[in-house]
C-alpha cells in the first residue's frame, strides 16, 4: 500500500514528511520494519555479468567493461546497444517489487537512452513490450512506460509534467535533478493492474516524482515478471549509457515454483567408448514460455560401467525430439539426441558414476533457465562420456519451473 509520503511494503514503512523516503528515519518511528527479500541483485562495476545479462549490439556501437561500469556506447545513425537481464526476474503475486537501477544516461541531443525493468517488441520473437523505464531523449528527462494489452501503446510523460515531483527545485523535496552524475532510479510496483510510482534516491531517500494510475487509455502490463534493461540508439550522434548495477526486491519472498522431473525414465540410453560425448537428457523453455524461467536443482545418473558425467548450459544437442516435461509446465526435454555439439557451453557440475552405481546429485545456485533478448531459449543437457568400455546409462534432470 502506498499514499503520498508513505510507501508501506508488508511490514516495510519509508515515510518522511516531506514526500521523500528514508529508511534511516524510519528507523525512529516504526515499531516493526522487515527487510525486503533480494530477488536479483547484479553489479556491472566489478563484472560484466555476462551470465546474468544477454547483449544485443546493432551497427557499429559497442558493450565495453569498464573499470568501475559497463559502458554502451553509440557512434552514428542505426547503432544501438541493448543489456538485458537473462531472466523476466518473477516475484510472489500480491507483493510489492522495487527496482532500483544505477546509471549514467548523457543529456546528448541526438542519443536516446533507457534504463529500467522493461523490454521491447523490436527485439523478441514475441513482438511484445512491457514495462516501466525512464527515457533521457534530446537531453530531457521522461518517465515511461509500454503495454502490449489492448490497448496497447507507450506513454512518456516529460519531467516538467511529472505529477509528484519535477526535481526542479520547485517540490517537496527541494532537489534538482543532475544529468551529469550517475543516478539511481527506482520503480515501485504490486500488480499488472495497481498504480506504479517511479523515482531516484538521491541525499539519502527515495524521492518519488510520478505515479501512473490505470487509465481506460491504455491496458496493463501483460506481466509483473520483467528484465531489468539498460538501452541506448542513435538517431546520429555520439553517446554513452554508463550502466552500474540493477536490483529487484520484495515484500514477498522468491517464488517456490513447481517441482518437475525429465529424464530417460526406464529406457536406458547406450553410451558408446568412442564417443567423446553423449547427450542423456537436455532441458529448454517452450516457445511459448520464453518469459518463464527453470531452475536445475538436482542431476540423477545410474550406469553398468564407470562413466564421467558433465551438467553443461548452452550445448546443442543434434537431432533433438523435444516434448513438454508436462502438460502443464513451462519447459520441454529430449533424450533421442545421439550427438552433442559442446562449442562455448559451460560446465556448472561434474562427477563420476562407478558400474552398476547411482547418484543423485544436488546443484545449487547454478544459472536459471532464460531466454535470450530474442526469444531463442538456453538449454541444460546432462552429457556422459563412457571412461572403460561402453555401457547403458540412465539420466534425468530435477528441476522446479516459474512462471
Known sequence: MSTYGTLSAGNLILSNPNGSFNFLQSLNSVASISVLCSLFDKSLEISDCASDFHTKVTGGAQHVKEVDHVALNVFGTGDRVVLQSKEYIPSQIGSTRIVTITANMEPVSGVVSRVGCFDDAVDNLENRGDGYYFEMNEGALYACFRTSTSPSGEVKIQQSLFNID????????????????????????????????????????????HRFDPSSSYGPIRATSLPVRFEIESAGSEGTLMALNGAV??????????????????????????????????????????????????VRISSTASVFWEL?????????????TSSSGVTEYDVS????????????????????????VEINDAPPLTSSILGDSEIYTLNAVALMSSCLVWGGLELVEIV
Not at 186 to 206: D, H, L, Q
Not at 251 to 268: F, N
Open 166 to 209: 519535477r526535481l526542479d527545485g520547485s517540490g517537496a523535496s527541494l532537489y534538482t535533478f543532475d544529468s551529469s552524475t550517475a543516478t539511481t532510479f527506482v520503480i515501485s510496483y504490486e500488480s499488472r493492474t495497481g498504480s506504479v510510482k517511479v523515482g531516484i534516491i538521491a541525499r539519502g531517500s527515495i524521492i518519488f516524482v
Open 249 to 298: 526486491s520484495t515484500s514477498g519472498s522468491i517464488p517456490r515454483g513447481i517441482k518437475r522431473s525429465c529424464g530417460t525414465g526406464a529406457r536406458a540410453t547406450d553410451v558408446s567408448v568412442n564417443a567423446a560425448s553423449h547427450p542423456i537428457v537436455s532441458l529448454k523453455l517452450q516457445s511459448q514460455y520464453r518469459r518463464a524461467s527453470a531452475r536445475i536443482t538436482g
Open 337 to 360: 539426441s545421439a550427438a552433442l555439439d559442446a562449442g562455448d557451453s559451460i560446465v556448472i557440475a561434474s562427477g563420476y558414476v562407478r558400474a552398476d552405481d547411482a547418484a543423485l
Open 312 to 324: 553443461l548450459l548452452n550445448a546443442s544437442p543434434a537431432g533433438a525430439a523435444w516434448k513438454p
